[in-house]
């Protein structure tokens, strides 16, 4: 078998390793190798091209990139982080929107026109009650009128009298209660619709107390129970109607299904 022969670095004797043909050199002085490293497969074996790896770069230490933050004073809260808004804050808002809506009516003339109906049907009470406390007045005629609207559906008694009683029953007072018994005594109406047109006579009434002491809608007791019982519209045509003959007054029953405030 033929050898490779050539000097080594070592000891600069002639290499031992076997080649295929004479005069080649194994594949420590550069040839392609030899036949035992062949045959073993351990040695001399043909490298292989591969294709250069191209560097990864590590992820970035802090993890996933957040989105910049917005500047100070440029945040808004979303519309559902918004708070929802308590009871008191929502009929406030009633009011106030239904006071804007009426505004515009509530004028001088608006003022004579109604006490002129008022001395057709209760002359005598009016005057006690124009010259006494008219804010409280305005409250007292707030209950009165309430009591009205939620007993209608049990009148079995005069309307004058049950009137009356019921005035007295809530300490209203003896002006609230005598314009009450003459209002109702003087509405030529039957029971239902009397009770009707005494009631929403009676906040009117007290809606006017407080006009002609220049207070504004939103102090109104009158007002505002007929502001969160009745649509803005409902509540202007009330008043509407007021300058006219009270009988009127009659078509504004409450409205089936609203609890009393």
């Not at 109906?117 to 804010?135: C, K, M, N, P």
């Not at 009591?147 to 009356?164: D, P, W």
Request: charged residues 25%; aromatic residues 4%.
């Amino acid at each position: 078998m033929p050898l490779c022969g050539r000097p080594r670095k070592s000891d600069n004797r002639p290499c031992e390793n076997p080649v295929r043909r004479e005069g080649m050199a194994c594949h420590l002085h550069g040839g392609p190798g030899s036949l035992t490293s062949r045959k073993r497969g351990t040695v001399g074996q043909a490298t292989r091209i591969s294709a250069p790896r191209i560097p990864v770069s590590p992820p970035p230490a802090y993890g996933r990139i957040s989105p910049p933050r917005p500047a100070p004073g440029t945040y808004k809260r979303q519309p559902s982080e918004q708070p929802s808004k308590s009871r008191h804050e929502r009929e406030r808002e009633r009011v106030e929107k239904t006071a804007e809506f009426c505004a515009d009516l509530i004028s001088s003339n608006w003022q004579e026109t109604v006490a002129d109906q008022i001395t057709q049907y209760a002359q005598a009470s009016w005057v006690r009650l124009s010259r006494s406390s008219r804010r409280r007045n305005c409250k007292l005629l707030a209950r009165t009128a309430r009591l009205i609207l939620e007993a209608k559906t049990q009148v079995h008694k005069a309307a004058g009298k049950l009137l009356g009683w019921a005035v007295g029953a809530l300490g209203g007072g003896n002006a609230a209660r005598a314009f009450a018994e003459e209002l109702a005594s003087n509405v030529p109406l039957p029971m239902d619709a009397k009770m009707i047109a005494v009631a929403r006579g009676v906040q009117v009434t007290g809606i006017l107390l407080c006009a002609m002491d220049d207070r504004e809608l939103t102090k109104s007791e009158c007002f505002i129970d007929l502001a969160l019982a009745e649509t803005m519209e409902r509540v202007k045509g009330i008043l509407v109607a007021a300058m006219s003959d009270w009988v009127s007054l009659a078509r504004f029953g409450p409205v089936a299904g609203q609890a009393a405030r």
